[in-house]
């Protein structure tokens, strides 16, 4: 036995075991988050109530989000009168009812002893709305421009809703793109107009094509308004009569539904096709109705677009310290200090990270940039305000201490021998380094970056100080010169777990989207880091005679 200990066999199989278990918690949590989160987009069947109430019966139309049990001591705290059987516990649904600006909830949470009845007719509709969520009813009737109603018809339903999609992505086109456009140009000249009132005398004149570039704009931009309220004019002014829970004919405007579905006459292939329509719409729409539905594609371009960005600037700061510190730096109390320094800056909280940023970045290197090429934009900062840029830079010397320490882990590996080869055959120290011990060392430069960006792509706390936030207008990038506008914020999936989270005002609501966006935000991580695996693994075949 005692041979057997000192053979490290059982350190070997403790370390496999713990590592096992650790893999197995790590994929129980993303089947977890997957399977709460791709559940949600799955067409759920919307069941009707019959509730025995102290006020008589009760309907109640929903579908179930959730089944638990609930003590019977914390009941009668309430005041709610239990059945004469005497139960420890009963059962609970908590079923979302939507109809939010009628009943003024998302959810009720039903008592079973009080069920009188449940069932799923094959009429009952889920109608999905821009504002104010989902909808649950029998959609009986259509009521026309003319304010004539008419006996529903399945087809002219959805080829109205097909042309008021159209025109609304039309009338989305036109003022997120095009009217942009023209106030970015509009914009663009005043500033140069102030610069050159700046620049020259009060009273000479500014240059005539200015004033000339202007009426071009604005007449410009009076076209595509008057084509806008044209738009607007022609949507559709119908109203979709569906009758609630209370059996009673509610109006809701046509231009305000985006589509009607009938989860209880969907067979199997149906419900997968909308499964799938749902989820390619979370990951490709923007957000709506205070981030409560919708898609969160402005968040994983924001989320993407700043990993790389971040990438960029913090690989090449970080290989060339690791360069100056392994092959030039004298090994001095001084070098060890600054090796000492660089290890201990990993484990400062990134709140800190997230502060520094904000005095050093925003408010100095931002507000001196402002002060010195950009007077003409004043009082209105330009990157003297949180921006996508100072949120790379603040990330890349978060990060940077990974990237330093993996980098000259990777150097201390190349042995000496290869390095005196390449100086017998009569290359520079310069020569070598570039030729021979940075290939070699590339692999575990892309070691130091998949850390980096596994940790990058997460952090919330320092972003919430110098970039992020909650609905961002429009994306760094766009169709304008300079077509990339590192000065703009951007919405980031990290936030917008926490925005949905922990300031929703329908928690209820949001919680599922929670989870999807998590399981996103997973996702890109491992997409990220995949293709950072794959580069490594293709740099280290590419250079593996180097090692002969």
Do not use: C
Request: net charge negative; aromatic share 10%.
């Amino acid at each position: 036995m005692r041979a057997w200990m000192k053979s490290g066999t059982p350190w070997v199989w403790i370390t496999a075991g713990m590592v096992s278990v650790s893999l197995i918690a790590i994929l129980g949590v993303l089947l977890l988050i997957g399977a709460r989160g791709l559940g949600y987009f799955w067409p759920t069947p919307i069941t009707q109530f019959t509730l025995n109430t102290p006020e008589g019966q009760e309907t109640v139309i929903g579908q179930i989000y959730q089944t638990d049990r609930v003590d019977a001591t914390q009941l009668q705290d309430a005041g709610i009168t239990l059945p004469e059987d005497a139960n420890p516990d009963y059962a609970r649904l908590v079923v979302k009812t939507g109809n939010r600006e009628r009943e003024g909830v998302d959810f009720r949470q039903l008592l079973t002893f009080n069920i009188r009845s449940q069932f799923t007719p094959a009429s009952l509709a889920m109608i999905e709305r821009v504002e104010n969520g989902v909808f649950y009813g029998w959609p009986v009737a259509l009521v026309d421009e003319k304010g004539t109603r008419h006996r529903l018809d399945e087809a002219d339903l959805e080829a109205r809703l097909d042309a008021l999609s159209a025109r609304r992505d039309v009338i989305d086109d036109i003022e997120r793109v095009h009217l942009a456009s023209v106030n970015y140009q509009l914009e663009q000249l005043r500033l140069e107009e102030k610069r050159w009132a700046l620049a020259h005398a009060a009273n000479r004149e500014p240059p005539d094509h200015i004033a000339e570039q202007r009426a071009q704009l604005l007449d410009q931009y009076s076209q595509l308004e008057k084509k806008l309220e044209s738009l607007r004019h022609h949507q559709d002014d119908a109203m979709l009569v569906v009758k609630d829970s209370h059996h009673e004919e509610v109006l809701l405007p046509l231009r305000n539904v985006l589509a009607v579905w009938y989860p209880n006459a969907m067979s199997g292939v149906e419900k997968l096709l909308f499964w799938g329509h749902q989820i390619g719409a979370f990951v490709s729409e923007p957000p709506r109705d205070g981030n409560a539905s919708g898609g969160v594609f402005p968040a994983i371009f924001g989320t993407v677009f700043l990993v790389l960005l971040m990438a960029v600037i913090v690989t090449p700061l970080g290989v060339i310290a690791a360069v100056y510190l392994h092959e030039y730096a004298p090994k001095t109390a001084f070098t060890r200090m600054i090796r000492i320094a660089v290890v201990n800056l990993a484990g400062v909280p990134s709140i800190v990270y997230g502060v520094f940023g904000l005095g050093f970045f925003v408010y100095f290197i931002g507000g001196s940039i402002d002060e010195l090429f950009y007077q003409a934009a004043q009082p209105a900062p330009v990157f003297g305000t949180p921006g996508v840029l100072w949120s790379a830079l603040t990330l890349a010397i978060l990060t940077l201490p990974v990237v330093i320490v993996s980098t000259e882990e990777g150097l201390a590996r190349i042995p000496t021998s290869v390095r005196h080869g390449a100086f017998a055959l009569g290359a520079t120290q310069a020569e070598t380094l570039w030729r021979v011990v940075l290939p070699m060392a590339s692999p575990a430069m892309m070691t130091g970056l998949i850390l980096a960006v596994a940790r990058a792509a997460g952090e919330v706390a320092p972003l919430m100080l110098v970039g992020v936030v909650k609905v961002a207008p429009a994306l760094p990038v766009d169709g304008n010169f300079p077509f990339l506008h590192l000065e703009r914020k951007f919405m980031h999936l990290g936030y917008h777990i926490y925005d949905l989270g922990f300031q929703s005002t329908h928690i209820e609501s949001a919680r599922p989207l929670v989870y999807a966006t998590s399981f996103l935000l997973v996702s890109v991580i491992v997409a990220l880091n995949l293709a950072a695996i794959g580069i490594r693994h293709y740099l280290r075949e590419k250079y593996r005679d180097l090692e002969q």
